[in-house]
Each structure stands twice: as structure tokens, then as C-alpha cells.
């Protein structure tokens, strides 16, 4: 029998928008030291309809929505290329709480992708020249190779430059859902919803 922690769910005294309690969730499990606190899954779907799902990482959050990069010419960025709607899934096993967002995708800003790429590892930023991610290639010794000749290139050097097919997307939110897990299966399920004059529409749903 699952154990569920005391964590109750109140709509009534929940704020108008979703993100002040999505903060408080992320922030909760980043204090509690649980590994990969920002992991999310992220799931598109091509121009036909068929999904596909990976985990990424959530890199930025504010009212305009929640940030990640990656290849723009992995299987995600050619997706989201022709069809810009995604979920995101965060899932935190001690606290028994999940949230699903729903939205549409468009690409960051240059700026952004610029200022979070100069941020990683410089091994990181190498790498993102490196893998012609989502496509066949013939071993990993490919992949050490160019590796190799890319460290040797930028061995005197930090300023490795962004790759043009590199950078970030943000995932302006059409309803996000908390739930919060309870005794008996009877979870607490709070949905917002987006109205077209930009208020949120926040209901109960049933478990």
C-alpha cells in the first residue's frame, strides 16, 4: 500500500495564476536536495500526430513560460518545427506531486540561447558541436574523434561559439495541472486553465 505524505491540496486558498504554487513545488524539491530537482519530461508529436518523449531540463521559469535548450535539429526541434505544441511533465516521488503543462513552443531569444550557452562547462559547449543529435551515426568512436579534434581547436581558448542549430525554446503555458497524491487514490487534482482575455480558470477535477 502506497504511503502518501500530509500535503493537502486547497483550491480555496490558492492564488489566481498557477506559477507562485508551481515555484513553491520546484523550490520544495530543490531544498530537498532531490537529484535532478528541474528534470522534465517533455513530449511533442510530429506533423501527423505521433508523440514522442524524452526528459529534459527546465533551465528558466517566469510568467512567459518555462525554458530548455537543445539541438534545433534533433527529432524534438524538427517536431516542434512543424507542429509547435508540447506537454511538459514534472514528477517529484517523495512528496507524491506532479505537474502537467500544456502549451505552445516557439524558439528563445538569441540573446537567451546566447547567455545560457556561455554559462555551461566549456566540455559542454563543445559538445554541442560535436553530436548531430537524433541522427544514425556509425559508432561512438565517431563521436570521441570529433570530439577530440574540437578540444584540440579550442584548447587556448574559452570563447567556443554557439552553433547556429543550438539554443533555446520556451513553452508559453494553455493549462497547467497540479496534483498532489492522497490516502485511498482520492488525489487532489487542480487544473488552470488559460481564458482568451489572459485570467486563468482554476477547477477541481476528479481523481
Same mark, same amino acid.
Not at 9 to 18: F, G, I, K, R
Not at 146 to 170: A, F, I, K, S
Not at 175 to 195: C, P, S, T, V
Given at each position: 500500500?502506497?504511503?502518501?505524505?500530509?500535503?493537502?491540496?486547497?483550491?480555496?486558498?490558492?492564488?489566481?495564476?498557477?506559477?507562485?504554487?508551481?515555484?513553491?513545488?520546484?523550490?520544495?524539491?530543490?531544498?530537498?536536495?532531490?537529484?535532478?530537482?528541474?528534470?522534465?519530461?517533455?513530449?511533442? =508529436?510530429?506533423?501527423?500526430?505521433?508523440?514522442?518523449?524524452?526528459?529534459?531540463?527546465?533551465?528558466?521559469n517566469d510568467d512567459e513560460g518555462f525554458l530548455f535548450f537543445t539541438n534545433y535539429l534533433s527529432r524534438k526541434?524538427?517536431?516542434?518545427?512543424?507542429?509547435? @505544441?508540447?506537454?511538459?511533465? @514534472? @514528477?517529484?516521488?517523495?512528496?507524491?506531486?506532479?505537474?502537467?503543462?500544456?502549451?505552445?513552443?516557439?524558439?528563445?531569444?538569441?540573446?537567451?540561447?546566447?547567455?545560457?550557452? =556561455?554559462?555551461?562547462?566549456?566540455?559542454?559547449?563543445?559538445?554541442?558541436?560535436?553530436?548531430?543529435?537524433?541522427?544514425?551515426?556509425?559508432?561512438?568512436?565517431?563521436?570521441?574523434?570529433?570530439?577530440?579534434?574540437?578540444?584540440?581547436?579550442?584548447?587556448?581558448?574559452?570563447?567556443?561559439?554557439?552553433?547556429?542549430?543550438?539554443?533555446?525554446?520556451?513553452?508559453?503555458?494553455?493549462?497547467?495541472? @497540479?496534483?498532489?497524491?492522497?490516502?485511498?487514490?482520492?488525489?487532489?487534482?487542480?487544473?488552470?486553465?488559460?481564458?482568451?482575455?489572459?485570467?486563468?480558470?482554476?477547477q477541481r477535477l476528479a481523481p
Open positions: 500500500m502506497s504511503t502518501y505524505p500530509d500535503l493537502p491540496l486547497d483550491d480555496a486558498v490558492l492564488e489566481a495564476t498557477p506559477y507562485p504554487l508551481f515555484r513553491r513545488w520546484l523550490n520544495a524539491a530543490e531544498a530537498a536536495n532531490l537529484p535532478e530537482f528541474n528534470a522534465m519530461a517533455l513530449a511533442t =508529436a510530429s506533423i501527423d500526430g505521433k508523440p514522442s518523449c524524452r526528459m529534459v531540463l527546465l533551465r528558466g526541434g524538427s517536431e516542434l518545427a512543424v507542429n509547435p @505544441f508540447a506537454s511538459l511533465l @514534472f @514528477f517529484w516521488a517523495p512528496f507524491q506531486r506532479q505537474i502537467r503543462i500544456e502549451g505552445t513552443v516557439r524558439l528563445a531569444t538569441p540573446a537567451e540561447s546566447d547567455a545560457y550557452f =556561455a554559462s555551461r562547462p566549456k566540455g559542454h559547449r563543445v559538445g554541442a558541436h560535436v553530436s548531430p543529435q537524433s541522427q544514425v551515426i556509425a559508432n561512438r568512436e565517431f563521436l570521441k574523434q570529433r570530439m577530440h579534434e574540437l578540444e584540440r581547436q579550442y584548447q587556448d581558448t574559452e570563447n567556443v561559439p554557439r552553433p547556429e542549430h543550438w539554443g533555446g525554446y520556451r513553452l508559453t503555458p494553455l493549462a497547467i495541472e @497540479f496534483w498532489q497524491g492522497r490516502e485511498n487514490r482520492l488525489h487532489d487534482r487542480i487544473r488552470y486553465a488559460k481564458l482568451a482575455d489572459g485570467r486563468w480558470l482554476k
